[in-house]
Antibody, heavy 122, light 110 residues
Framework: EVQLVESGGGLVKPGGSLRLSCAASGFTFSSYSMNWVRQAPGKGLEWVSSISSSSSYIYYADSVKGRFTISRDNAKNSLYLQMNSLRAEDTAVYYC???????????????WGRGTLVTVSS | QSALTQPASVSGSPGQSITISCTGTSSDVGGYNFVSWYQQHPGKAPKLMIYDVSYRPSGVSNRFSGSKSGNTASLTISGLQAEDEADYYCSSHASTNAPVFGGGTKLTVL
């Protein structure tokens, strides 16, 4: 089955760190760019970060630049998001999402995981 | 990285058609034919409904259609059904390499 499964969310104090993972299965992970998209409680979708298939191209939203790091391990079919210096406003469900066409970046997101909740609170 | 502009809510009766607009700029919606639309039911992950302005993924009903004129894209749902009630988000590739989403539109089927 083609799917993405996120993990690693939880409760963390302001200033703390968390590492999210996204396990991919059912498709050739190494051929696709990947993304993180988040959704604060009761709010809309916000793009967070993108990484190309070979990790050559990486982009971040201004709101997380310098604090979050996206990475991938094609041998393990996994995507990661290292989140440091977390703030209350980072509280959200974090989704990993696949780019729709192999070799493209940020064209559209055709496969989404169920998300993992990150809560930043003291 | 400003969000695209969508109406907060739209409504329609079963069988009717509705259209949701999505307004951006020449740096995103107007500059690329890479507008996509997502449906999200409460507590669920977003689902791709339209990509590249007007293309439907396999399995998506042909009641859903997309278009674009200038800096504004539109999603039209015809023959409204109860299961169409959900939040809808537009998104666009952008020249900044920071894709943008709309604020979301809550569709109510009366």
């Amino acid at each position: 089955e083609v799917q993405l499964v996120e993990s690693g969310g939880g409760l963390v104090k302001p200033g703390g760190s968390l590492r999210l993972s996204c396990a991919a299965s059912g498709f050739t992970f190494s051929s696709y760019s990947m993304n993180w998209v988040r959704q604060a409680p009761g709010k809309g979708l916000e793009w967070v970060s993108s990484i190309s298939s070979s990790s050559s191209y990486i982009y971040y939203a201004d709101s997380v630049k310098g604090r979050f790091t996206i990475s991938r391990d094609n041998a393990k079919n996994s995507l990661y998001l290292q989140m440091n210096s977390l703030r209350a406003e980072d509280t959200a469900v974090y989704y990993c999402a696949r780019d729709g066409i192999p070799g493209w970046l940020q064209r559209y997101f055709d496969l989404w995981g169920r998300g993992t909740l990150v809560t930043v609170s003291s | 990285q400003s969000a695209l502009t969508q109406p907060a809510s739209v409504s329609g009766s079963p069988g009717q058609s509705i259209t949701i607009s999505c307004t951006g700029t020449s740096s995103d919606v107007g500059g690329y034919n890479f507008v996509s639309w997502y449906q999200q039911h409460p507590g669920k992950a977003p689902k791709l409904m339209i990509y590249d302005v007007s293309y439907r993924p396999s399995g998506v009903s042909n009641r859903f259609s997309g278009s674009k004129s200038g800096n504004t894209a539109s999603l039209t749902i015809s023959g409204l059904q109860a299961e169409d009630e959900a939040d809808y988000y537009c998104s666009s590739h952008a020249s900044t390499n920071a894709p943008v989403f709309g604020g979301g539109t809550k569709l109510t089927v009366l």
